[in-house]
């Protein structure tokens, strides 16, 4: 599987715009980009995914680099409920398939 | 709208005891279906995967099992625990049908913990 790295850690200041960055230098022509997050002591929460142009959702907003090499989830102004792990992860659906590798993630933290 | 369940929420097995844990979804029909397992302070493994009744895959050799012997029941079950079987155990669904990346839905956790 193709892999991601990200930063371990993050902090930000409530009400102000993030940026999660997240490198994928082998990704394949057939990988999506997926986020999740996940908060304490729950299940990951589907955010945002994309394959090739930017997307943008009521959560979040997914930059993605014309040569698909890396990408940027944005928050467009983090609140406390926003502190979790945020998992950038790449998946390649063969068929009815679409397995997730998730990774250690990116710890957000938002500062009041 | 489509639900998860997972029971129980917490367990705490003696090391050797057996172990069953259940997720059932609602609302939805001919899921994928995914077993998940998150070690402390450790990402999420993907241990089991089932696109049908009775067909499992196993992503990673080792002391569990799963089975689906309804379409949208899935049981992961050890026969005798490890101390290493402990985390929280996740169990996700996603639709078959489609091309592309399928959103995968999870339930709220197993945390096990093996004394």
């Known amino acids: 599987d193709a892999k991601t790295t990200q930063p371990n850690s993050m902090e930000s200041n409530e009400e102000e715009p993030v940026h999660l960055p997240c490198n994928h230098s082998?990704?394949?022509?057939?990988?999506?980009i997926h986020w999740y997050r996940q908060l304490p002591s729950q299940g990951p929460e589907y955010v945002i995914h994309?394959?090739?142009s930017n997307v943008n959702n009521r959560m979040a907003s997914l930059a993605i680099a014309e040569d698909r090499k890396s990408s940027t989830l944005i928050l467009h102004r983090a609140t406390l409920r926003d502190a979790a792990v945020y998992y950038c992860?790449?998946?390649?659906?063969?068929?009815?398939?679409?397995?997730?590798?998730f990774g250690k993630g990116i710890t957000l933290s938002v500062r009041p | 709208s489509q639900t998860i369940h997972q029971w129980p929420a917490t367990l705490v097995q003696p090391v050797g005891s057996p172990l069953s844990l259940e997720c059932t979804v609602e609302?939805?029909?001919?899921?994928?279906l995914y077993w998940y397992r998150q070690a402390a302070g450790r990402g999420l493994q993907l241990l089991f995967y089932?696109?049908?009744?009775?067909?499992i895959s196993s992503e990673v050799p080792q002391n569990l099992s799963a089975s689906r012997p309804q379409d949208r029941q899935f049981i992961l079950s050890s026969k005798k625990l490890l101390l290493s079987d402990s985390g929280f155990y996740l169990c996700?669904?996603?639709?078959?049908?489609?091309?592309?990346?399928?959103?995968?839905?999870f339930g709220p956790g197993t945390r096990l913990t093996v004394l």
């Open positions: 994309g394959l090739t």
């Open positions: 082998t990704i394949s022509g057939t990988d999506y």
């Open positions: 609302g939805t029909s001919n899921p994928n």
């Open positions: 089932s696109v049908g009744i009775g067909q």
């Open positions: 996700a669904w996603s639709v078959r049908e489609g091309q592309g990346a399928n959103e995968q839905f």
């Open positions: 992860i790449l998946s390649s659906p063969t068929g009815a398939n679409s397995k997730l590798t």
